[in-house]
């Protein structure tokens, strides 16, 4: 029988020498699920949009073990599963060896600075992971949690729904086929932010220090951000707008509305990162931002480079350029562009997608995909969030990886693609990238936005080291 390692086992030998990249025995990712056997699932984070991602996977899953900050969404889901063991921390959850004997899986759907330190743990006990986007907090927690779900062989999915999408499937398989020819720029646009961040909020004018609400674990909610007074503001929601705990618009948005063209057009690693940005300071996120990346050329495939738009400069909303709208709205017939979309520039045509998910993809070649559209290769689903969750359950008893579309080998890359941005936001000024070695090659100020520095006594993966 394959031994498992509790979290402080974990530590031990890591702290030894063997460093962030120990894996423990992944007795759960070993064992092939039979097709009627019942999974064992956590749920780490369960208020909010973990509310949601729990119930989901109660549907294919018996739920064992809940964890939140806040006794209020932890108590009403420890009603709803009353045989489930429940914690306000979740490094006690590693610390219960006996749970973790029967744990299959988890589901991670807590705030962004602190979605990789559980799913890593989970993955070195040879857990199956669910994590919400974005998959982590810096780029450099994108790689290693690519790294540690191939290493541990468990399967995985990241929560951007619009990947089950037929209408998104279906436009990949047709621009992947070549529909638009060699596609060259993408422009990817958004309404967020929709939460409180530069201009009203910089380290300028800061929320004010409140009382911590009755229920509410703050020293719990920090985990690895460094230690600071309660506000309102941050807890529960406005924390997204925060550098220390949130990844703003680009963070946010980019897994899904960016989502249709990463995948269609084989994005990895960019070459090089630019970013115009305004209200830039140490404690919140813009007021706006073009970015630019710029990828390099895949096989037969030319150099894409791709424009992300949030926020608004002296009032006005950032967008494409004016005659790639004009195009876009008159190919969908519309009167005007949408809040939150994508454009694709080919040498045959252009496609738009008037949609946070590309679920639905007007192309100028005359073709048109939605709900409607099955995919001819990739697997019909169409289930949204659901649809998510059931292919991640079926690639856990396959014992299959790559069944589960929105995998950390594939979310990783479109992850740390997009908080790249982030990092030349906060730089200032465009950088070299070298995505193999995870580094801003003539940047060295970059290093501390692609790798922060843990709080003591959250360093659980040796990841400061």
Same mark, same amino acid.
């Given at each position: 029988?394959?031994?498992?390692?509790?979290?402080?086992?974990?530590?031990?030998?890591? %702290?030894?020498?063997?460093?962030?990249?120990?894996?423990?025995?992944?007795?759960?990712?070993?064992?092939?699920?039979?097709?009627?056997?019942?999974?064992?699932?956590?749920?780490?984070?369960? $208020?909010?949009? $973990?509310?949601?991602?729990?119930?989901?996977?109660?549907?294919?899953?018996?739920?064992?073990?809940?964890?939140?900050?806040?006794?209020? *969404?932890? $108590?009403? =889901?420890?009603?709803?599963?009353?045989?489930?063991?429940?914690?306000?921390?979740?490094?006690?959850?590693?610390?219960?060896?006996?749970?973790?004997?029967?744990?299959?899986?988890?589901?991670?759907?807590?705030?962004?600075?602190?979605?990789?330190?559980?799913?890593?743990?989970?993955?070195?006990?040879?857990?199956?992971?669910?994590?919400?986007?974005?998959?982590?907090?810096?780029?450099?927690?994108?790689?290693? /949690?690519? !790294?540690?779900?191939?290493?541990?062989?468990?399967?995985?999915? /990241?929560?951007?729904?619009?990947?089950?999408?037929?209408? +998104?499937?279906?436009?990949? !398989?047709?621009?992947?086929?070549?529909?638009?020819?060699?596609?060259?720029?993408? #422009?990817?646009?958004?309404?967020?932010?929709?939460?409180?961040?530069?201009?009203?909020?910089?380290?300028?004018?800061?929320? =004010?220090?409140? *009382?911590?609400?009755?229920?509410? #674990?703050?020293?719990?909610?920090?985990?690895?951000?460094?230690?600071?007074?309660?506000?309102?503001?941050?807890?529960?929601?406005?924390?997204? @707008?925060?550098?220390?705990?949130?990844?703003?618009?680009?963070?946010?948005?980019?897994?899904?509305?960016?989502?249709?063209?990463?995948?269609?057009?084989? +994005?990895?690693?960019?070459?090089?990162?630019?970013?115009?940005?305004?209200?830039?300071? *140490?404690?919140?996120?813009?007021?706006?931002?073009?970015?630019?990346? =710029?990828?390099?050329?895949?096989?037969?495939?030319?150099?894409?480079?791709?424009?992300?738009?949030?926020?608004?400069?002296?009032?006005?909303?950032?967008?494409?350029?004016? !005659?790639?709208?004009?195009?876009?709205?008159?190919?969908?017939?519309?009167?005007?562009?949408?809040?939150?979309?994508?454009?694709?520039?080919?040498?045959?045509?252009?496609?738009?997608?008037?949609?946070?998910? @590309?679920?639905?993809?007007?192309?100028?070649?005359?073709?048109?995909?939605? &709900? /409607?559209?099955?995919?001819?290769?990739?697997?019909?689903?169409?289930?949204?969030?659901?649809?998510?969750?059931?292919?991640?359950?079926?690639?856990?008893?396959?014992?299959?990886? !790559?069944?589960? +579309?929105?995998?950390?080998?594939?979310?990783?890359?479109?992850?740390?693609?997009?908080?790249?941005?982030?990092?030349?936001?906060?730089?200032?000024?465009?950088?070299?990238?070298? $995505?193999?070695?995870?580094?801003?090659?003539?940047?060295?100020?970059?290093?501390?936005?692609?790798?922060?520095?843990?709080?003591?006594?959250?360093?659980?993966? &040796?990841?400061? %080291?």
């Amino acid at each position: 029988m394959v031994r498992r390692f509790s979290r402080r086992e974990v530590l031990a030998v890591s %702290a030894a020498g063997l460093g962030y990249l120990y894996t423990a025995p992944a007795f759960s990712a070993e064992r092939i699920q039979g097709a009627n056997e019942r999974l064992r699932v956590a749920g780490i984070g369960v $208020g909010g949009k $973990g509310s949601s991602d729990i119930d989901q996977a109660a549907r294919y899953m018996e739920v064992v073990a809940l964890c939140d900050i806040d006794e209020r *969404p932890l $108590g009403e =889901k420890a009603k709803k599963w009353p045989q489930a063991k429940t914690f306000h921390d979740y490094r006690k959850l590693f610390d219960d060896s006996a749970l973790l004997r029967v744990i299959d899986a988890v589901v991670v759907s807590t705030p962004d600075h602190t979605h990789a330190l559980p799913s890593i743990l989970a993955m070195r006990a040879g857990k199956h992971v669910y994590c919400q986007k974005p998959l982590t907090h810096d780029v450099y927690e994108a790689h290693l /949690m690519r !790294e540690e779900a191939r290493k541990n062989k468990v399967c995985t999915q /990241m929560g951007n729904q619009g990947t089950a999408a037929n209408g +998104l499937r279906r436009a990949v !398989e047709l621009i992947r086929a070549g529909e638009l020819g060699d596609v060259t720029e993408v #422009h990817v646009w958004t309404n967020r932010p929709i939460w409180p961040q530069a201009p009203k909020i910089t380290d300028k004018n800061p929320p =004010k220090p409140a *009382p911590v609400p009755a229920g509410v #674990h703050w020293d719990e909610f920090l985990g690895p951000a460094p230690e600071r007074p309660y506000a309102q503001g941050i807890h529960p929601f406005g924390w997204r @707008g925060f550098w220390d705990f949130g990844t703003g618009a680009i963070g946010d948005m980019a897994c899904h509305t960016a989502n249709m063209a990463f995948m269609a057009l084989e +994005l990895e690693h960019p070459i090089h990162v630019s970013a115009e940005a305004g209200d830039v300071n *140490p404690l919140t996120c813009p007021s706006y931002a073009h970015v630019v990346l =710029k990828f390099p050329a895949r096989g037969n495939r030319p150099p894409v480079t791709v424009h992300w738009y949030e926020g608004q400069k002296n009032g006005v909303k950032l967008l494409p350029p004016e !005659e790639l709208v004009k195009k876009a709205v008159e190919l969908a017939g519309k009167s005007r562009l949408v809040d939150s979309g994508s454009i694709l520039v080919g040498t045959k045509g252009l496609a738009y997608s008037p949609n946070d998910y @590309g679920a639905e993809v007007y192309f100028s070649t005359g073709k048109k995909t939605n &709900g /409607m559209t099955p995919p001819e290769k990739l697997p019909v689903n169409n289930e949204n969030d659901v649809g998510q969750k059931r292919e991640w359950v079926e690639a856990i008893k396959a014992g299959k990886p !790559e069944l589960a +579309l929105a995998n950390f080998d594939y979310a990783a890359l479109l992850t740390a693609a997009f908080l790249l941005g982030n990092v030349a936001i906060r730089v200032g000024k465009g950088f070299t990238w070298d $995505g193999v070695k995870c580094q801003a090659v003539d940047c060295p100020e970059a290093a501390q936005y692609v790798r922060r520095t843990y709080r003591k006594g959250w360093d659980l993966i &040796g990841y400061n %080291a």
